[in-house]
């Protein structure tokens, strides 16, 4: 039978979108309630379609969804609708890439239909830190989404203390984060290992086995490069890939408008 469920609304943001039909677009959405979901979003191209200027990239929206009997086997769910409930100021440059970036590793990381309210909540939180492009501020928002999403999908271990030994880190002496083996001291490691005080893994522990984001935020103005070389090293040892697509498209741009020329004065 055509019946349909409809479901209550829910926070979402849109994460990606992708032409389905002459009119009709695929949408990946992160939701608070159900976490990341594929909808359907009939009619969305047409040009006077109301979900052309809600279904945008870092705007928080409320839907409604259906999943119709042909659906019931699948995860993809109808969108019957979207209404924009706030959002922040528009992101550009460098942040437009920040954000982009940390879609992508929402993306990679989320199974769908495996809710996450924390890490919804992360992402709404991250978003104002992103503005300020390549501001430390910006920076150290990047780096705390990523320690928190590594540490709510439980693979970035306990950093107050060794994790082969359960002794306590010591806040003058230097670590390193190992993919395989969690906290171990600096000496003795790769030299290609990133060095972290363990002042500094003192400081984010408490923030964030807490969920405080805004902590964490603080706490990574520390040590801005090395918590980038670390970070990166663990998400990509989780998500089995050398480069995200992001950062290798960002990398390209900074790298075409540093070889133009310059215009003459």
Known sequence: MGTSARTASLAAYVLHSHE??????????LTRERGR???VAKGARRPYSQLRS????FQRVSVTLAKTAPEEA?????????EWVGGHAPL???????????????????ARLDPHPALFDAYAMTLPA????????????????????LRLLGVLPDLAVVTSTQQPVLGGQA??????????PAAGVAEEAVSLPGSLLLALEPALSQGQLDLTQKACLQALGPLRAASRHLLHHHFGTTQLRTRQVFQGVQRLLETQPRPAR
């Not at 809600?54 to 990239?57: E, M």
């Not at 550009?92 to 989320?110: R, T």
């Not at 670590?175 to 171990?184: C, D, I, K, Q, T």
């Open 20 to 29: 389905w039909s002459e009119s009709s677009l695929i949408v990946d959405l």
């Open 37 to 39: 979901l594929a909808v």
């Open 54 to 57: 809600v279904l945008l990239p």
């Open 74 to 82: 699948s995860d993809l769910f109808t969108l019957r609708q979207a």
């Open 92 to 110: 550009s440059g460098s942040a437009l890439f920040a954000g982009f970036y940390v879609h992508e590793l929402l993306i990679k990381s989320l």
């Open 130 to 149: 992103l503005v300020g492009g390549e501001d430390p501020r910006a920076q150290a928002g990047l780096r705390a989404f990523e320690l928190m999403l």
């Open 175 to 184: 670590y390193a984060l190992r993919p395989e083996h969690g906290v171990v």
